[in-house]
């Protein structure tokens, strides 16, 4: 158990919809990073925010936004969903940088 | 931005031969490399990672080299078992920065 906890683990939705993705990162830990991997496919950085504020950004689309709160949990908003944002979204926390972190279980998300 | 590159992408190897699986960077300035290990329906766990200040770690069976001036690193597993079995990710960054992952190679130890 990696200490970072992602809620729910599987979500099934249509398009269109919108979805929340839930992260709680391990006790301590200042950042967080989203990552979505796509069928057989590598993992591609979202987002990282530290301490509340936004950090970094990739290749994450208009209509994904995410935040982190005061609590340091984070969540990442999905909308208009589409069928090719079926995939596993990934969170992933560390203490400061990314040196050391450590992921979550992973939220499945199906788009029908 | 910085792009890494993961090679082979499936391995097969009986069990207790060494795996070996190599990744290039493209940004000179990245100075951390961590590899991931990813069983089926869970997150990828850390298994080691190296820093640029050093050019060879070893965990047990575990080793990771780093070779700047080429721009690549590998990871060697010896003495493979079964349960090394799982899909084995490189990445790069750059200080604090975000994660960017190779593409993965799927490790498959036969007994």
């Known amino acids: 158990d990696s200490g970072v906890t992602q809620t729910p683990k599987h979500l099934i939705t249509a398009t269109g919809q919108r979805v929340t993705l839930r992260c709680s990162p391990r006790?301590?830990?200042?950042?967080v990073y989203w990552y979505q991997q796509s069928l057989d496919q590598g993992l591609q950085f979202l987002i990282q925010?530290?301490?509340?504020?936004?950090?970094a950004k990739g290749n994450i689309l208009e209509r994904f936004s995410a935040q982190q709160f005061p609590d340091l949990h984070s969540e990442l908003n999905l909308s208009s969903l589409e069928l090719g944002d079926s995939a596993l979204y990934f969170c992933?926390?560390?203490?400061?940088?990314?040196?050391?972190?450590?992921f979550g279980q992973g939220t499945r998300l199906t788009v029908v | 931005g910085e792009n890494v590159e993961q090679h082979p992408s499936t391995l097969s190897v009986q069990e207790g031969d060494s795996a070996v699986i190599k990744c290039t960077y493209s940004?000179?300035?990245?100075?951390?490399f961590p590899w991931y290990k990813q069983e089926l329906g869970k997150g990828p766990q850390l298994i080691i990672d190296?820093?640029?200040?050093?050019g060879e770690k070893k965990d047990q069976r575990i080793a990771v080299t780093l070779n700047k001036t080429a721009k690549h690193f590998s990871l060697h597993i010896t003495e493979t078992q079964p349960e090394d079995s799982a899909v084995y990710f490189c990445?790069?960054?750059?200080?604090?920065?975000?994660?960017?992952f190779g593409t993965g190679t799927r490790l498959q130890v036969f007994p």
């Open positions: 006790s301590g830990d200042l950042s």
């Open positions: 992933a926390s560390s203490e400061r940088g990314v040196n050391e972190a450590f």
């Open positions: 990445a790069a960054s750059l200080n604090t920065d975000k994660l960017i």
């Open positions: 190296i820093r640029s200040n050093v």
């Open positions: 925010y530290y301490n509340g504020e936004e950090r």
């Open positions: 940004d000179s300035a990245s100075n951390y």
